[in-house]
């Protein structure tokens, strides 16, 4: 059983299309984390989320904390090819961090 | 001025052989880490380290030893490799261990080494 659910697990759009990816858990977390990960290489942090109901914004990347930190939401605004990844939501849980299975999204120009 | 460097990018090696992974940050971090992902990309922590001193061993068969001279370097070892060994191992390091509220520690990953056990 996954600690961090993420769907969808695959998407494949076309340039300029909006969309969102989740994750979600049933424990409470005091972060979370979204990482990038590009074809050979290693994850990237693109934000760290820590308040309820926060939201932060990465250029076309909105990044939401559930009000109960249970779960989070990046949305993309007008994808494109360059965002093409994998793209993976970590918790701190009992000192570690645990990732979610990832959503791997392919934007097509 | 590679952050997180790890070699070789390629491991392809004969089950039952042995192998080690090395891996170096030169970001002055206190933690170190090594993650497995699979072929189905999930990504799970092995080991960290915390300044030489192991803090977190999930439950790996002892085939895998970690081993951290110095608080820059985690070199992860395996014996008698398996079929089941094959997936993409990364270390990491974070500035502070990874607790609830340490906001400020992400992780900086590694490019990865992919081991094939053939």
């Known amino acids: 059983t996954q600690l961090l659910e993420q769907s969808p697990q695959f998407l494949s759009i076309q340039e300029g299309e909006n969309l969102t990816v989740y994750c979600n858990s049933s424990?409470?977390?005091?972060?979370l984390q979204w990482y990038r990960q590009e074809p050979g290489e290693g994850p990237v942090l693109l934000v760290t989320?820590?308040?309820?109901?926060e939201v932060k914004k990465l250029k076309r990347l909105t990044f939401q904390f559930g009000d109960a930190r249970k779960d989070s939401s990046l949305h993309i605004t007008a994808a494109q090819p360059g965002d093409t990844g994998l793209y993976l939501c970590a918790g701190a849980l009992k000192g570690k961090l645990i990732f979610g299975q990832g959503t791997t999204l392919q934007v097509k120009p | 001025d590679t952050a997180v460097s790890q070699t070789p990018k390629y491991l392809v090696t004969q089950m039952g052989n042995d192998k080690s992974i090395k891996c170096e940050q030169n970001?002055?971090?206190?933690?170190m880490y090594w993650y497995k992902q699979d072929s189905k990309k999930f990504l799970k922590i092995m080991f960290s380290?915390?300044?030489?001193?192991?803090?977190i061993n999930e439950t790996v068969p002892n085939r895998f030893s970690p081993k951290s001279p110095d608080k820059a370097h985690l070199n992860l070892h395996i014996n008698s490799l398996e079929l089941g060994d094959s997936a993409v191992y990364f270390c990491?390091?974070?500035?502070?261990?990874?607790?609830?509220?340490?906001?400020?520690?992400?992780?900086?990953f590694g490019n990865g080494t992919r081991l094939t056990v053939t």
């Open positions: 989320v820590v308040t309820g109901g």
């Open positions: 990491a390091s974070s500035q502070f261990q990874v607790v609830p509220r340490q906001v400020n520690s992400p992780l900086h």
């Open positions: 380290y915390n300044n030489k001193e192991l803090i």
């Open positions: 424990s409470v977390f005091s972060s």
């Open positions: 970001l002055g971090h206190d933690t």
